[in-house]
């Protein structure tokens, strides 16, 4: 993303130099007492909003405060965490899991909070991993991730993963088109070779679980952003397309050739229908599902080997083309379900297409042409209106609920609030520097909360401390409770976030957990009682069975473990009070610490390679004894026979 | 007469309540703890106000030597107070009966009042007793050993009544719901006792 934008930025220098004067006149002063005030949590209050802004390139999601843009958390998603071990320990491994192998890293974009009737219910957080194809979900009660799918026959898993309004679906698009099934071809025949997939994944209304249950097989185009129908228009899906001129090379030139590209308007309810009927091809596939187990505080991996393949033309009616100019970035669908917004980034203006207009063109069948079979309807009788913006580069909408939205424009490094209906522009604020994306909490859904809007930007330069060529990406909160924006708050961000979701505090705050049951721990090497602790050995296999309670490891002593060994610690915490986790870590130990919660067991694997007397710890200033909380393993040579002994306080 | 023995049947009657509610609350908060920890003295053992407030209390208080809270089977008081209350409830209803009938007179009612006052009196010296030996009679290998400004081991007994300081903790200690039940249904039993006496006065 920061590659092409940088490009960009030397195409639209000039216009930059145009709109300098405007920014300097606002940014002097901007905080205001007022405006500190408004952002001000006093120390032991707290926040109105959680958000939740993806990480980017760090593959996790952050959890910060609105308005304090205060940081509360990062929750491990896509990318090995060694300050929790997520990733590391045993039973986190298979979470990373991939056909690819262990993939510990990805791209996260786009969080979207689950809905019920089109409005947040806090349930879980979905988020995608754009690199290799995945999409996450997120309990929000314990603010962990719970489970993994991989998304076959995608490829930058970019136009994803937004819900529909009633959870039914995760959708996840992909932005790169590639061979279905992948083989072994030239790239120069990507052109009406190469295929787009759109993925549903349907959620289990209890458990949230994920399972693919079809994917759409489009035209080889580039599927950018999404998102649901809500309303009147609940059932459809729509999809911003990019490179309709199927290039495969130098996309930026040849990408950029045709006036207007597509936003594509899916018909889920059709497929789905045609799907439960029978409908569809299954193709063989390879992809992993991964799911976490909170009782066994456990996850694993099941392989999946078919997936159901839907042909848009089988299904007619349930796919139309809606021109939309210039390389449409963001895809946004207002609280009504009326207007659909296409963010044309290499233009000045918004489009936006109406859902009414958009049915009655396909009633009477007014169709400009097809692409690969798909009809194409005409511009002017889908269109609503155009956004007479005076921005350049608009890449992403949201709504207050009141009857405005609000649009990023990039390249002019600004937040637009214009009128939906009058499509007039009330006002405009500069961002620092050249925004991306935008929240506004419960924004993309039915009921908005417009009293703060988050802009995220891509470029940071003087708005902090330099810290060297590397920086954290600056965001900007702005209180939009009045006719115009106010800038009152600016804060850096982790990674490098692509769109963000937010809520009420208090859809979370009360039900957010606080322990886990010891009682209810079923891990199968949990230690539930103070004296079940033991060593077993297996082979060179030794499996350490530990508890930890302040402020002691049971046993602290063990030996007769021997080089080539390989000795898992399997720690069970026996605390449940609210935050007192202990850590566990071994000198030499190959993978990260562990940081065990109340009532959790997690496990390390230590594979000792020289002799002698190594001492473990407890990572996390548990308590007054903290510094007390240590053990020692004896290894000895791999010949010794030494008898395994473990002990406390002997 | 009458009067005086449904007052005398009803308020013993209150005390039933110590079986569901809490006779003593003791709430121990800290820095740490802006959810206090806290204990609640049924008549028949002790219960965290949540759900591991007990175990919790007991982590913290090893580190300083204190024993661990008694479970039920640990203290005889908590097998006889709940007989005693009991035995008092049915024969408080049993005076108030007999006094609705005319069969005893209000000094019955004085005198169960008086016995429940002693039985009450008792308990609560009991219960002292308990705080000063769970607060006092300290591991001697504990972990923090502190000592008061005048060189003597510092001790730990919770209040009987009230507020103290002890350590990083604010303890509070006081009477519960189940208190104020046997409270209102002990001056019932007075009411019944002063009413029977000026009935009695004017015939």
């Known amino acids: 993303m920061k590659i092409y934008n940088h490009l960009l930025m030397s195409v639209g220098a000039a216009l930059m130099l145009v709109s300098c004067g405007q920014q300097n006149q606002s940014s002097n002063g901007a905080l205001s007492s007022s405006a500190a005030e408004k952002v001000y949590v006093a120390p032991g209050e707290q926040d109105e909003y959680y958000a939740f802004l993806s990480g980017g390139y760090s593959g996790n999601l952050t959890v910060y405060g609105l308005p304090s843009g205060r940081m509360f958390k990062e929750i491990p998603v896509f990318s ?61 009660s314990t603010f962990e991730t719970e489970e993994i799918i991989e998304v076959p026959n995608s490829a930058g898993n970019h136009s994803s993963s937004f819900i529909t309004e009633n959870t039914e679906y995760v959708v996840a698009g992909t932005r790169f088109s590639v061979p279905i099934p992948q083989r072994d071809m030239p790239i ?121 393949t839907v042909d848009p033309l089988q299904v007619p009616g349930a796919v139309y083309f809606l021109p939309t100019p210039k390389s449409p970035h963001g895809c946004d669908v207002d609280p009504t379900g009326q207007y659909i917004i296409g963010n044309g980034k290499l233009s000045a203006d918004l489009t936006v297409h109406s859902f009414d207009k958009m049915i009655a063109a396909i009633e009477g069948e007014k169709f400009d042409g097809e692409a690969y079979g798909i009809p194409i309807l005409k511009f002017e009788d889908v269109l609503a209106g155009q956004v007479k913006s005076g921005g350049l580069g608009p890449l992403h909408t949201e709504f207050d609920g009141k009857g405005n939205a609000y649009t990023t424009f990039f390249i002019s490094s600004e937040v637009v609030k214009w009128q939906l209906g009058t499509w007039e522009v009330i006002d405009r604020k500069p961002t620092y520097y050249s925004v991306g994306h935008l929240m506004i909490p419960g924004g993309n859904s039915r009921k908005p909360f417009g009293k703060y809007v988050v802009a995220m930007n891509k470029i940071t330069k003087d708005r902090y401390l330099p810290t060297g060529p590397e920086m954290e990406h600056s965001a ?17 961000t982790h990674g490098e976030p692509h769109y963000a979701a937010g809520c009420p505090a208090e859809l979370l705050a009360p039900k957010s957990q606080k322990i886990y049951r010891l009682d209810e721990n079923k891990h ?65 130990q190959n993978t990260s610490e562990l940081l065990i919660m109340p009532g959790q067991t997690k496990t390390s694997v230590w594979e000792p390679k020289q002799v002698g007397v190594w001492p473990f710890y407890c990572t996390d200033f548990c308590s007054a004894l903290h510094q007390e909380m240590q053990g020692y393993v004896r290894v000895s040579p791999a010949n010794s026979n030494i008898d395994l002994s473990w002990s406390l306080g002997e | 007469m009458k009067k005086a023995g449904i007052l005398m049947i009803v308020g013993p009657l209150f005390l039933l309540g110590l079986y569901i509610f809490p006779l003593w609350n003791i709430m121990l908060g800290a820095p740490q703890y802006p959810d206090p920890l806290g204990l ?3 008549i028949n053992g002790l219960k965290g106000v949540n759900e591991f407030d007990i175990q ?56 169960w009042f008086i016995l429940m006052s002693i039985l009450g009196i008792l308990g609560m010296y009991d219960f002292n007793e308990w705080l000063v030996d769970y607060g006092t009679n300290l591991d001697p290998n504990a972990i923090m050993k502190l000592t008061n400004p005048d060189g003597t081991p510092m001790t730990y007994k919770p209040p009987l009544l009230g507020h103290v300081k002890m350590l990083n903790f604010d303890v509070t200690s006081l009477p519960a719901s189940g208190a104020w039940f046997m409270f209102v249904g002990m001056m019932l039993t007075l009411a019944a006792g002063f009413l029977g006496w000026k009935n009695a006065k004017k015939q």
């Open chain 2, 56 to 111: 919790n209390i007991d982590g913290l208080n090893h580190y300083i030597g204190m024993h661990t809270l008694p479970k039920v089977d640990d203290m005889w008081e908590f097998g006889t107070f709940p007989t005693v209350i009991g035995i008092m409830v049915a024969l408080g209803v049993l005076i108030g009966i007999l006094g609705y009938l005319d069969k005893v007179s209000y000094k019955w009612f004085f005198g």
């Open chain 2, 40 to 42: 609640n003295i049924h």
């Open chain 1, 476 to 492: 900007q909160i702005y209180d939009i409770s009045g006719d115009k924006m106010e800038l009152i708050y600016d804060f850096p």
């Open chain 1, 524 to 588: 199968p090497y949990a230690v539930t009682s103070p004296t079940g602790s033991k060593v077993v050995r297996d082979g060179n296999e030794v499996h350490v069975y530990m508890s930890t309670i302040r402020s002691h490891f049971t046993p602290d002593n063990i030996e007769g473990i021997k080089v080539g060994d390989k000795v898992y610690f399997h720690i069970t915490n026996h605390e449940q009070d609210f935050d007192v986790p202990h850590g566990f870590s071994i000198l030499g």
């Open chain 1, 188 to 308: 120069n025949e990507y052109k009406s070779n190469f295929k787009g997939s759109l993925s549903f994944i349907s959620v289990d209304p209890e458990h949230g679980h994920l399972d693919l249950k079809f994917q759409l097989l489009m035209p080889g185009f580039n599927y950018d952003l999404s998102h649901p129908g809500r309303g009147k228009s609940h059932g459809w899906f729509f999809f911003t397309t990019y490179n309709t001129e199927e290039a495969h090379t130098l996309q930026e030139v040849n990408a950029s050739q045709n006036d207007k590209d597509f936003i594509a308007a899916v018909n889920w309810k059709k497929i789905e229908e045609y799907v439960n009927n029978g409908g569809g091809t299954k193709m063989p596939a390879n992809y992993a599902h991964n799911v976490y187990d909170e009782s066994t505080h456990m996850a694993t991996t099941t392989v999946k080997k078919e997936v159901l």
């Open chain 1, 80 to 140: 090995q965490f060694p300050t929790s071990g997520y990733g590391y320990s045993e039973e986190t491994k298979p979470m990373l899991t991939t056909s690819h192998g262990f993939v510990p890293w990805d791209d996260a974009h786009h969080p979207d909070i689950s809905q019920t009737n089109g409005e947040l219910d806090g349930r879980w957080i979905f988020i995608n991993g754009n690199n290799t194809p995945r999409i996450a979900r997120i309990n929000l």
